[in-house]
């Protein structure tokens, strides 16, 4: 539905509408397309999922560095790295629309 200038309501034809529904969704969207850890994929990815924990394999001696691959239409995506093999990464995504945001957690455990 939708308002004249009149202040009649009327409502909007079906291919109007969802052109509208994508515009506002592809601005408000804050999902992340995956999540790299040192180039590879991160197990069990899924863009509704915000926390994950990666075991790190016997002997580890560098920080993992990890990678946000956004969605084309996201613009803003600030990566915090672990400070330690068994610290916290943070992935902080934000909507094109300046609002929306989602935080992504990626802790590491040292085998």
Sequence with gaps: MALKEDGTVYE?????KQKIQNIVKDYSETSL?????NG????GFNENILDYTVVLP???EEIPLVK????????????????SLSGIARIQVTARDGINKRIYTVRFKCN
């Design 12 to 16: 909007l034809n079906p291919p109007l």
């Design 33 to 37: 397309h995956n999540i790299l850890i």
């Design 40 to 43: 590879d994929q991160i197990e």
């Design 58 to 60: 016997e002997g580890t």
């Design 68 to 83: 946000a691959v956004p969605f084309k239409n996201i613009e803003n995506v600030l990566v915090e790295q672990a400070e």
